[in-house]
């Protein structure tokens, strides 16, 4: 089985710090992990993904996360947070090993970014 | 630009009633998905397609039915909404290949009275 843990429900930053958002993951096999956003009222979008190769993996609107094998993490993080980076955020798995074809989710977590 | 569209922003419906919601995406993905988000418990798997007429159920199919005739469509069948279907639900698609990326419509709120 795979599963997504986010411990927070909520983050909540000031315009212009650092911001991390948590994932940390559990599968059998090698994990593809994902990161996706969710403005009120709208569908998912897509911010980054790592399949291989560097740990850190850059996306869409300056977000990046790091892939830690050891601590099985994937953790979100932004240098400096924008009012408009609020939204809520959703790590996401699948183990190109296993039959299973879908992305596993995690509950996710309401970033608040204050001005 | 891969665009997944869903037929309804929100549906107000009763219970007992036969809920339809239409997913179509532009992209010629084999892959199609249905979850279901809900505050604090994130989003769940309902049913996902590989294929035409080809379906596997996901973590939370009771209740649920689907259909898909055509590559680009994949339905959603609610037999006899319950208010605790009420729920927003999100469509996806995403091709076989390496790269995995899941894409998603912009989600159908439903309420069930």
């Known amino acids: 089985a795979q599963s997504v843990a986010q411990p927070e429900d909520q983050v909540n930053v000031a315009e212009g710090n650092p911001l991390t958002v948590k994932c940390t993951y559990s599968?059998?096999?090698?994990?593809?992990l994902f990161w996706y956003v969710q403005y009120p009222n709208r569908g998912l979008q897509f911010l980054l993904k790592?399949?291989?190769?560097?740990?850190l993996v850059k996306g869409s609107y300056g977000f990046e996360a790091e892939f830690n094998k050891s601590q099985t993490s994937f953790h979100l993080k932004k240098p400096s947070a924008l009012v408009s980076d609020s939204a809520l955020y959703f790590c996401?798995?699948?183990?190109?090993?296993?039959?299973?074809?879908?992305?596993?989710f995690g509950s996710g977590t309401r970033l608040q970014v204050q001005p | 630009d891969v665009k997944v569209t869903q037929s309804s922003r929100y549906l107000v419906k009763r219970t007992g009633e036969k809920v339809f919601l239409e997913c179509v995406q532009d992209?010629?993905?084999?892959?199609m998905f249905w979850y279901r988000q809900d505050p604090g418990l994130g989003l769940r798997l309902i049913y996902f397609?590989?294929?035409?007429?080809?379906?596997e159920k996901g973590d939370i199919p009771e209740g649920y039915s689907v259909s898909r005739e055509k590559k680009e469509r994949f339905s959603l069948i609610l037999e006899s909404a319950s208010t605790n279907q009420t729920s927003m639900y999100l469509c996806?698609?995403?091709?076989?290949?390496?790269?995995?990326?899941?894409?998603f419509g912009p989600g159908t709120r439903l309420l069930v009275l």
């Open positions: 996806a698609s995403r091709t076989g290949g390496v790269q995995e990326t899941q894409y």
């Open positions: 599968v059998s096999g090698n994990p593809y």
């Open positions: 790592y399949i291989t190769g560097d740990n």
């Open positions: 996401a798995v699948r183990v190109m090993d296993t039959g299973r074809r879908a992305l596993t």
């Open positions: 992209m010629d993905h084999e892959n």
């Open positions: 397609s590989y294929d035409v007429k080809m379906k």
